[in-house]
């Protein structure tokens, strides 16, 4: 599978933006997706992910109850929309794809999209 993430960009603090993975040459179901972030001099973090199949979902603490995730079936894409963002959490956005049971560990994951930007700020 091939990943598209895009929707980065410029927000002020408490706004909001949405990112989408779209995904390509198989189905989106078929994975489990995560989306990461990394800012600077800092590793890797997981922010959200949904469950191949059942589409079960798991937060990342720092952003629990600001950030929705939801599969598009129809449209073969998995959308981040993210609100009340700030300053911290800028950093590229990326989505990934895999098969594995453990959805929180980056190493888990095989298939990566290119990042996309977003810097909170004003």
């Known amino acids: 599978v091939q990943l598209q993430a895009s929707g980065g960009g410029l927000v002020q603090p408490g706004g909001s933006l949405k990112l989408s993975c779209v995904a390509s040459?198989?189905?989106?179901?078929?994975?489990?997706i995560g989306w990461f972030r990394q800012a600077p001099g800092k590793e890797r973090e997981f922010v959200v992910g949904?469950?191949?199949?059942?589409?079960?979902?798991a937060y990342g603490d720092s952003v629990k109850g600001r950030f929705t995730i939801a599969r598009d079936r129809a449209k073969n894409l998995v959308d981040l929309q993210m609100s009340s963002l700030q300053p911290e959490d800028t950093a590229v956005y990326y989505c990934?794809?895999?098969?594995?049971?453990?959805?929180?560990?980056?190493?888990?994951?095989?298939?990566w999209g290119q990042g996309t930007q977003v810097t909170v700020s004003s």
């Open positions: 949904i469950r191949q199949g059942g589409g079960s979902i």
């Open positions: 040459g198989r189905p989106v179901s078929a994975y489990t």
């Open positions: 990934a794809a895999t098969t594995s049971v453990g959805l929180r560990d980056p190493k888990n994951y095989y298939y």
